[in-house]
């Protein structure tokens, strides 16, 4: 399977990835992709010989066959070979999945709080903020979700990752920005009228600014 991932190898190997669990995502998409290439490719280029090798000409095969063959060697390879694609990607996503649901031990917990329309975090220092979240590059977040009032997302599209805000319960979600700047996010979750003006700031500061910006009251 080493070739499949390649193309993502080459894009994410030389540098470090803009934000967790993105860089996961990118990787199973090329890996999914280069396997669908090579399956159509599979399927379609035989079809396509066929085709023309089995085309009509007249006096050619004009009655059927009543000759059947088979091939067990055959049969067993495309049972086989599917069963071991199979079991790959099943490995591979679990291995995404579990990656994405589980935060690094590590990591800054962040009370997230979703109302009509807008975001509320508290921090464990005591701090709060609005619509803005501050996080420190290169540190793991643990985002507590919950929902003052109806359901809500909270999706992170340049972390690629998501996680419903329920009310009278705590999700969460994590991701880990290792580039300073702004980035948004956003309500994916329809929750009424100006559900499309609920967004919240990234801003990702060096440790220093952060603790700066957290000590500040
Ligand atoms: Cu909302």
Redesign the pocket.
Known sequence: MQMFSVIGAAAASSAVPLAYPADSWDQMFNIWLGLAVVIYLIVAVPMLYFLYRFRYQEGVNETASTKEYESHGLEVLWTIVPLIVVIYMAVQSLTLYSEMRNPPPESLVVKTT?M??TWQFDYPSGKTSYAELTVPVGKPIKLELTSRDVI?AFHIPAAKTMEDAVPGRVTHLWFQFNETGEFPSF?R?Y?GTA?AY?QAKIKVVTPEEFDEWINAG
């Open positions: 979703g009509m329309w809500h309500c979750e929750c559900h609920m």
